[in-house]
């Protein structure tokens, strides 16, 4: 197993590389530049040739290129081209809240999904079951903004039992409860939208695991159908869960952008909103380099979970 | 090879077959060894005969098969096809000899296109092989029911609607769409009912006399295999051990595992239940690690010194055999 | 008579929404204390069905219609799933055709044998498992500790038959139920699983019911046979009998269909022609009738009755009727009605 992982490290590398060499391309083929966002009329024009020149926007493409990497290779991912601070310390800032808020909605997406989808399989083609998959499909279909700001309106405006937006209470001691209190609405629209997703799968999968023949062998040295479901079923039926959360997690990242605006979260998804805004090319690499980190490892770590999952599968 | 007066020509020649499964270990991923699920066979078919080849799951008796009809790309070796090397032809060179070489498979539903009418099953190959003209199609996949004991309606309903039986003779009116010499049978009766694989096998046998077929028929089911065979070969662990006539072979087996093998069938006669019958101990030993000496010392009642260190090679009489110590 | 298991008048219905499609008509037999029976017919005929019902594995669709199962002294077929787990895997134990796809792939072998020891013996995990090590022993296992702590993908097909024996064995049950327990493995295999199987009845005293459409198997090990065909017993008789003077022309054809592996020559074993009918499509008359080369007009208009013919040996054939003297009509055979 630790061969295999670095071995898979290593094939990580020249596709690390060109995850960056891409992103870079695309980022400057987008019209505009952080100099052009500068829309102060006052500026003169001078002075904007000079902050590009210093900005070092005037190199050809492969240079600016040759610049950030080797940066990067030496622990920098360079300054924000509008505030001046350093990448790495405006992505540390803001990545702990949308790891935060990406953890606890997939653990709550998957506490509703595989019971609900156990269920569903078992009681299949039950009333419950179509209960249960009509829920499922609501859950899908509505989009996450959408559920956000009904949520916001209802639980947030109306009844006031929750805070509409931000982690913390301003002027508030910031404390643990206080940061849970604000991550019930984000984390239930996330969490509904993954569990929606996943509902069909766990059904799915545990309907094929209920035709094997192991279960059979299983219910006649006498097991309850309880245990036969939930000992010997469930754990066969949830190994090709594992890949499709697997895949979950970087769209999670992805779609942090959209719900951290609705709730005001004040993670990466804002950050990501502004650079874009604003060109600032340096945050935008900098967070291309995280995704392309996550995918990769999200990628190796469900590997390395489904072969613990699975004995059948080894890698060597 | 043998001498042979009246097996006049040799329709397909196998030559020092290997296939090798790589088993891969490491950082990057090199065969650190191989599975020798073929190692060195080298057998001759002749036209008109069958070939029965037979031996334990996982002997390597499919992989010739597959490599017959390069389902499988030989390690080494040569497979010749009516005088022609077929090993290292490229896919459209192949084209005209799979027309000649057809498969039948053990699971026949698993073979059948769940989605398409037997019809279309038939008529398919027909048409991509240039066989038959569109007018005739018909009348052909008609006449090919008939060939298999099916009755004309079944040309119009799916593979599902058929018992394991008749799904096996749907299998092997598909093999004879195009119009074969050679077919392969892999284990065509292993999924059926006893009293089904008679039924097969004797629409096997009806089916060579009327068309001239060559089989080579690969199963661990004996019964089934002396019941078609006019030669036998035993295959353990990647290598032929015996090989002889039918008759011969199952009257006088000479190699120990061969007589092993015959004595585990249990006849359906209860006046010979519990006779002493000799049972080859535990399993077969792992084919990527395969025991030096001759390969099956280790389970072998008779192994002596000589048999755990020297391999011994198949003998090139008419009743072959790869045995140190031969049965009399 | 030490009765146990019986079978009475058993009818076992496929329910779907729109049709009831009968699986098993009317079956009876009796088995004794440490006997073995083979249930003997082709795919389809309602053997495996049968032994099912006797697990109360029927499954959501499955219901016994009709008659009723004794098991040591209790109508089984009126418990509850509670009492029928009770049975399970303790007093009655089974054991699958396919030993590849029977074990749980994601659990240690010694876990699954020691879950039935925690079930049935009530023993804690801590001592499941030396009796669980100590069960693979006692089916032909070398090196069982470290069989024990391995999963299912690793052992061969004849091992897993083995941790399946070893694992029905945890129990002590008083009856083993066989379904296909060699037809998928290779000839020398099948015959150590065979010599296994008899080894743990003489240790143990169970009773085994064999269900099987291997006549060779039969031969080897039962000591009577009930030959079953659509849905139905067409013959009954203890094993030397039947394979001497086979009465039914379906239990004939099924002896005729094995391949002689002795003698010269190739030789044709003689198929029977056709196929069992759908449980949709019962003929009229003997359900045999179509694929029968002796049939006349008697058999394609009435069913004949399972009758007696002589000492333990009943058939369910008019020309079997008529040539034996005077025909016993059996309890519980009754004329039987189509569907």
Known sequence: MGTYIVRRLFIAVPVFFGITVLSFLIMNLAPGNPVDMLINPNIPKELLELKRERLGLNDPLYAQYANWLSGVLQGDLGYSFSSYAPVSRLIGERIGPTLLLAAASLLFGLLIAIPVGVISAVKRNSKLDYFLTGITFLGISIPPFFLGLGLIYVAGIQLKWLPTGGMTTLGGDGGAGDVLLHMILPVTVVGAAIAGKKVRYVRASVLEVLGQDYLRTARAKGLRELAVTNKHALRNALIPVIAVVGAEIPLLLGGSIVIEQVFQWPGIGQLTMEAILSRDYPILMGLNLIAACVVLLTNLLTDVLYAAADPRITYG | MMAREAMPKPMLQIENLKTYYPVRRGLFGRASGFVKAVDDVSLTLYEGETLGLVGESGCGKSSIGRSVVRLERPHAGRVLFEGEDITHVSQSELRPVRQRIQMVFQDPYASLHPRMRIFDTLAEPMIAHRLAKRGDVQAEVERLLQLVGLPRAAAHRYPHEFSGGQKQRIGIARALSLKPKLIVCDEPVSALDVSIQAQILGLLQDLQEELKLTYLFIAHGIGAVKQVSTRVAVMYLGRIVELAPSESLFRQPRHPYTKLLLGAYHPPDPLLRGMDRPIIRGDMPDPSRLPPGCRFHTRCPYARERCRGEDPSLTNDEHAVACHYPLA | ?339
């Open chain 3, 1 to 339: 008579m030490a009765r146990l298991l019986e079978l009475d008048r058993l009818r076992i219905a496929f329910r779907t929404e729109h049709e009831e499609a009968v699986a098993v008509d009317e079956v009876s037999f009796a088995m004794r204390r440490g006997e073995t029976i083979a249930l003997v017919g082709e795919s389809g005929c309602g053997k495996s069905v049968t032994s099912l019902s006797i697990m109360g594995l029927l499954g959501a669709n499955g219901v016994v219609t009709h008659g009723e199962i004794r098991f040591d002294g209790s109508v089984i077929t009126s418990f509850g799933e509670t009492e029928m787990r009770r049975l399970r895997g303790k007093e009655i134990a089974m054991i699958f055709q396919e030993p590849m796809t029977s074990l749980n792939p994601v659990m240690k072998i010694g876990e699954q044998i020691g879950e039935c020891l925690r079930l049935h013996r009530k023993c804690s995990r801590k001592e499941a498992k030396p009796i669980a090590v100590e069960l693979l022993k006692k089916v032909g296992i070398a090196r069982a500790e470290a069989v024990a702590k391995d999963y299912p993908h690793s052992l061969s097909g004849g091992m897993r038959q083995r941790v399946m024996i070893a694992m029905a064995m945890a129990g002590n049950p008083k009856l083993l139920i066989a379904d296909e327990p060699t037809t998928a493995l290779d000839v020398t295999i099948q015959a150590q699983i065979l010599q296994l199987m008899k080894q743990m009845q003489k240790d143990s005293g169970m009773a085994i019911l064999l269900v099987t459409h291997d006549l060779g198997v039969v031969a080897e090990m039962a000591d009577r046979v009930i030959v079953m065909y659509a849905g139905q017993v067409v013959e009954e008789a203890d094993v030397f009998t039947l394979f001497r003077d086979p009465r039914h022309p379906y239990t004939q054809g099924l002896i005729q269909a094995v391949p002689a592996v002795d003698g010269a020559g190739r030789k044709r074993a003689q198929p029977i022609p056709g196929t069992v009918p759908s449980l949709r499509d019962m003929p009229e008359g003997c359900r045999f009738h179509p694929r029968c080369q002796s049939a006349h007009d008697r058999c394609r208009l009435e069913s004949p009755s399972l009758q007696r013919i002589g000492g333990h040996h009943s058939v369910r054939c008019w020309a079997a009727h008529s040539s034996s003297l005077a025909p016993e009509e059996l309890p519980g055979s009754g004329p039987v009605m189509n569907l």
